[in-house]
Structure formats: C-alpha cells, structure tokens
C-alpha cells in the first residue's frame, strides 16, 4: 500500500486546479476583450457621431434628447478612458 495522502493536500491541491482553471479563463476573456477593442472604439466613436446628430432632433423630444445627451457623455468617457486621456 502506498503512502497515504492526507486530505490537507488534497483540499490545496484542489484549490490550486481550481485558481488554475480560473486564471486561465480570466486571461483568455481578456485576451478576447484587448482583440475586440479597436472594434469597440471604433463602434463607440460611430455611435458618438450618430447620437450627437439625433441630441438636438426635435422629433425626439425632451426626454429623450437627455437621455441621448447622456449616452453621449458615457460614451465620450469611455473613448476618452479606451485613449489613455482620463
């Protein structure tokens, strides 16, 4: 008969895997994330130009102008933030 493992190694052996596992899939969603951000900023600054044409649309009305008006704003900081500039 073998040596006998106890269960402290096996609970840390476990634990290890599953950082392991962990890891691996939180580099692999960022490695996914960091490929599609010259197409997310792309997205977004397109986004800017067609919202900020709609902002003043008096068909949208109040409401709906801010709204768009904020969006804007979430967008231009997320560009901002994606170029290093905040």
């Given amino acids: 008969m073998g040596p006998v493992v106890g269960t402290e190694f096996i609970t840390s052996a476990v634990a290890e ?3 392991a596992l962990r ?10 994330l960091v490929a599609a ?3 997310l900023l792309a997205a977004c600054e397109a986004a ?3 919202l900020n044409g709609l902002g003043g649309s008096d068909e949208l009305g109040d409401f709906y102008a801010a709204r768009v008006d904020e969006e804007v704003d979430r ?6 933030k994606a170029r290093g500039e905040t």
């Fill in 17 to 19: 895997l599953r950082f």
């Fill in 23 to 32: 890891s691996n899939a939180e580099v692999q969603a960022n490695a996914h």
């Fill in 37 to 39: 951000a010259p197409d």
């Fill in 48 to 50: 800017i130009v067609l």
């Fill in 75 to 80: 967008l231009d900081a997320a560009v901002r």
